[in-house]
């Protein structure tokens, strides 16, 4: 709900500075955008939000034909390059469709890349915590940097049986993070010297910290 509202406002803002830069422009071309601007600008900001609201329906990317019949835009050139903006835009913290499965999926990727101390560029390397970062950044999904505050993050997992896959491992009293991959698997950034690789989950019930599951849960 924020992101939405924040999209809204940076919608607006985006008219409004389009109804300013196109009004004096004389040229026939730029009537019908110069028009359209006007129209959204008399636009008060409650109708304008309620109707972009109804047209992105949650979607990253708006109907822009439904959201121009809804201020009534019919095709303007000036919303169809909002739209594409707002579709060019970050996900932040929204999840959709995202799952556990796309975790692991994308996490799979960075195989081979090395451990190194701090590292979150995978040109260069990444340790545990900042590898795990850069996977749920891939999907949209923000995550702070460091293992004391991922561990926070998501909802408690009660044990090792229950975990799936995409969930967060973390061991040894925050010590280190991996992504379970199902069927006693995880994949992590270990130790300097070794890369990021899928192994036997080593955690076990008696070192884990915690499991935290971020999004919804992927198939066993």
Same mark, same amino acid.
């Given at each position: 709900? =924020?992101?939405?509202?924040? !999209? ?9 500075q ?12 730029? =009537? ?11 636009? %008060?900001?409650? &109708? ?14 708006? %109907? ?10 019919? /095709?303007?050139?000036?919303? &169809? ?8 835009? +970050?996900?932040? =913290? ?5 799952t ?11 195989? /081979?890349? *090395? ?6 560029n *995978?040109? @260069? ?6 590898? #795990?970062? !850069? ?6 999904? %923000?995550?702070?940097?460091?293992v ?6 998501? =909802? ?8 799936? *896959? ?9 010590e280190?993070i991996?992504i379970?991959? +199902? ?7 270990? #130790? *300097? ?19 935290? !599951?971020? @999004?919804?849960?992927g198939?066993?």
């Open positions: 709900m =924020t992101e939405a509202i924040g !999209r809204i406002h940076s919608i607006e803002s985006m008219l409004q389009l109804s300013q830069g196109v009004r004096p422009q004389a040229s026939s071309a730029s =009537t019908t955008t110069s028009d359209a601007a006007g129209t959204v600008s008399s636009t %008060d900001s409650a &109708s304008f939000a309620q109707a972009l609201s109804s047209a992105v329906g949650g979607s990253a990317t708006p %109907d822009v034909s439904q959201l121009s019949s809804s201020l009534g835009l019919g /095709g303007s050139a000036a919303l &169809s390059g909002i739209a594409g903006a707002l579709s060019s835009a +970050g996900t932040g =913290t929204a999840t959709g469709a995202v556990g499965d796309a975790v692991v999926a994308d996490a799979k990727k960075y195989v /081979g890349v *090395p451990y190194v101390w701090g590292g979150t *995978p040109a @260069v390397g990444m340790d545990c915590s900042g590898f #795990v970062q !850069r996977v749920f950044k891939d999907l949209g999904v %923000d995550l702070p940097r460091v004391s505050d991922q561990m926070r993050q998501g =909802t408690p997992v009660a044990s090792l049986a229950q975990a799936k *896959p995409g969930d967060l491992l973390v061991s040894f009293g925050g280190h991996s379970y991959l +199902g069927n006693g698997k995880a994949i992590d950034a270990p #130790v *300097p010297g070794q890369t990021i690789q899928i192994r036997n989950a080593w955690e076990q019930q008696s070192n884990l910290t915690a499991i935290r !599951r971020i @999004v919804p849960a198939g066993s």
